[in-house]
């Protein structure tokens, strides 16, 4: 049965894109059925308005406390029924309670090898920190930021010439554009599941995190 897809995003839209394109050639058995966005001005958010799908623009600005909008944002996003809450560039922390309504069924993307570099500007970070490899982690989402159960990741090595922007670069279009839709197609297929923080891949405990290898072997 096609998966509900609900995307909450923020920004550029690029992972959003590729999660549209999966769906609409069969790689994802899939359909985005809300689009969820905090910043009005948001790339993403036109995208999706022209691309047809249900958008829900929430600005967080307009709500008093924080929880007032993660209530709002819940609702919002049960509204559209989903089988899975996808947060693709979505950057507003989501408290306890958000993240105990969709737990197990919440999917975050975030640009690092994690439990390297958790939070932001995560590609200066890895620079900063001379690290020789970089890339980015799909993981279920839990009330700790960035801290939850990690599905995929995709590493590439950091060459001595990169800045900032060319490796966010490359991370995004070698790795995040990939290893996504992927993860996404695994979920809305009942290949991956989250149960008590340790992530099952065809019911099989994942020791470790899968890596560019599982894409490459057509998992
Ligand atoms: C990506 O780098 C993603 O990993 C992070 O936010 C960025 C969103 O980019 N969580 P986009 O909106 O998908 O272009």
């Known amino acids: 049965m096609t998966a509900r897809l609900c995307v909450l995003v923020s ?5 959003l894109r590729a999660l549209h394109a999966a769906c609409a050639d069969g790689r994802i058995d899939g359909c985005i059925t809300r689009v969820v ?9 036109e995208f999706a308005e022209q691309a047809g799908i249900a958008c829900r623009p929430l600005d967080h600005r307009g709500f008093a406390t924080r929880a007032d909008f993660d209530a709002a944002l819940a609702d919002a996003v049960a509204e559209s029924q989903p089988d899975w809450v996808i947060l ?3 950057m507003r922390v989501l408290g306890a309670p958000f993240v105990q309504r969709f737990g197990g069924r919440m999917l975050n993307i975030h640009p ?16 900063e920190a001379g690290d020789a490899e970089h890339g980015a982690s799909v993981h279920f989402v839990t009330d700790e930021l960035d801290g939850g159960p990690v599905v995929i990741q995709g590493a590439c090595r950091v060459h001595p010439e990169d800045d900032e922007a060319g490796l966010a670069e490359r991370v ?3 790795i995040e554009l990939r290893i996504y839709p992927q993860a996404v197609a695994w979920a809305c297929a009942g290949r991956v599941q989250c149960r008590q923080s340790t992530v099952y891949f065809d ?16 998992f």
Not at 11 to 15: F, L, P, Q, S, W
Not at 203 to 218: S, V
């Open 88 to 90: 693709a560039g979505f």
């Open 172 to 174: 995004m279009s070698d």
């Open 112 to 127: 690092s090898l994690l439990p390297r570099h958790r939070g932001l500007h995560t590609h200066r970070s890895a620079l």
């Open 37 to 45: 966005c905090n910043q009005p001005q948001a790339a993403a958010l």
């Open 203 to 218: 019911g099989a405990p994942l020791r470790a995190p899968l890596d560019m290898t599982a894409l490459e072997e057509g």
């Open 11 to 15: 920004g550029r839209g690029r992972n």
